[in-house]
C-alpha cells in the first residue's frame, strides 16, 4: 500500500471548517483513499473514502486532487467532540484488505 | 453503519494467566476479522488476520502461539493473550468487514488489558 504523510497536529476553532491534508504521492490506480478517526481511548471510527472523484457524506467531504496525488478531508462546522486523531489511509481491494495505520494527524478543536 | 462490539472493554490480570477478548459484529456477518494493538501515544499496529474457518495470519513478530485467535462463525472472533506478561498491557482493537462489501472496515471499540 502507499505511505501516506500528514501534518502531526492542528488546531481549529469551534465552528470553523477543519481542512486535514494528506499526501499520497506514490498512490497507484486502484487504490483508495480512507479516513478515519480515533477519540482518545476508543476504537477508530470510519469517516469516508473515495477512489477518483470527490465524496460527501453527513460527517465530512473528501477532495481527492486530480492527480490523486494529495486530498483533503473537509469537516466543515467543527466541534469540540471533533477533538481527535485523524488517519488517512492509502489501501486496495475496498477494504477487504488490511489497513495500515501511519502517525495520524492530531486536530485540537478549540472554543 | 454498522456495529461491532468488544468484550470485554477492560480487564486486569495476574501475570501468567490467559485473557480471551470477543469481537463481534453485531449486525453484519464477516469473513474477515482484524486484530490490532496500540501502546500509548502510538498508532494502531495490525496483529493478525482472522478468516472464518481457517487459520488465522500473523503479521511478522507477533506469536501465533502467544496471541490465540479463533474465528468460529461470521460474527465472532477471539483473541486469548495466554500466559500474559506486563509488557502485553495494551489497547487491543478489532475489525471487521462487511461481507456484503460495502468497501469499509468497521472497528470495535477496543479492550484495555492491565498484565500486573
Known amino acids: 500500500d502507499a505511505k501516506t504523510t500528514q501534518p502531526t497536529s492542528m488546531d481549529c476553532a469551534e465552528g470553523r471548517a477543519a481542512n486535514l491534508p494528506c499526501n499520497h504521492s506514490?498512490?497507484?490506480?486502484?487504490?483508495?483513499v480512507y479516513w478515519y478517526r480515533q477519540i482518545h481511548s476508543q476504537g477508530p471510527q470510519y469517516i469516508i473514502h473515495g477512489l477518483k472523484n470527490n465524496e460527501t457524506n453527513e460527517m465530512a467531504s473528501l477532495i481527492i486532487t486530480e492527480d490523486r496525488k494529495s486530498s483533503t478531508l473537509i469537516l466543515p462546522h467543527a466541534t469540540l467532540r471533533d477533538t481527535a486523531v485523524y488517519y488517512c489511509?492509502?489501501?486496495?481491494?475496498?477494504?477487504?484488505?488490511?489497513?495500515?495505520f501511519g502517525g495520524g494527524t492530531r486536530l485540537m478543536v478549540k472554543p | 453503519g454498522a456495529v461491532v462490539s468488544q468484550h470485554p472493554s477492560w480487564v486486569i490480570c495476574k501475570s501468567g494467566t490467559s485473557v480471551k477478548i470477543e469481537c463481534r459484529s453485531l449486525d453484519f456477518q464477516a469473513t474477515t476479522m482484524f486484530w490490532y494493538r496500540q501502546f500509548p501515544k502510538q498508532s494502531l499496529m495490525l496483529m493478525a488476520t482472522?478468516?472464518?474457518?481457517?487459520?488465522?495470519?500473523?503479521e511478522q513478530g507477533v506469536e501465533k502461539d502467544k496471541f490465540l485467535i479463533n474465528h468460529a462463525s461470521l460474527t465472532l472472533s477471539t483473541l486469548t493473550v495466554t500466559s500474559a506478561h506486563p509488557e502485553d498491557s495494551s489497547f487491543y482493537i478489532c475489525s471487521a468487514r462487511d461481507l456484503q462489501g460495502t468497501e469499509t472496515q468497521y472497528f470495535g471499540p477496543g479492550t484495555r488489558l492491565l498484565v500486573l
Open positions: 489511509i492509502v489501501t486496495t481491494d475496498n477494504a477487504g484488505n488490511m489497513l495500515t
Open positions: 506514490t498512490i497507484s490506480g486502484n487504490e483508495y
Open positions: 482472522s478468516n472464518e474457518g481457517s487459520k488465522a495470519t500473523y
